[in-house]
């Protein structure tokens, strides 16, 4: 899956991912590879990035957590879209 998180500041990540982890706002979920189209807000929380590609290192929001392939971003709200293994992020 190919995964965009774009913040106001700038593009935050990109690049494919195994599985997310994100705190919708009817509850928690996550989203593996061929996941059916969805579009959900998001509440505040933290956002779990399984992948091999690093994160940009100029944000402050992620850190590395359970070894060098899962990472947290930090998020106030936002809006997730996944379709056709591409998702895009809307954050706070």
């Known amino acids: ?3 965009e998180i774009i913040s106001p ?3 935050v990540f990109k690049g494919e991912i195994d599985s997310i982890s994100v705190p919708g706002s009817s509850g928690d979920f996550q ?3 061929n996941h059916a189209p ?3 807000t998001l509440k ?10 690093k ?3 100029s944000d402050e929001n992620f850190f590395s957590k359970e070894g060098k392939e899962t990472y947290i ?8 879209q996944v379709k ?6 809307l954050s706070d």
């Open 84 to 89: 056709k293994n591409k998702l895009i992020l």
């Open 38 to 40: 969805i579009i959900s």
């Open 9 to 11: 500041e700038a593009i």
């Open 31 to 33: 989203v593996l590879n």
């Open 44 to 53: 505040k929380g933290i956002i779990k990035i399984k992948t091999n590609t």
């Open 55 to 57: 994160p940009e290192e």
């Open 73 to 80: 971003y930090k998020i106030k709200s936002g809006v997730i």
């Open 1 to 3: 899956m190919y995964l």
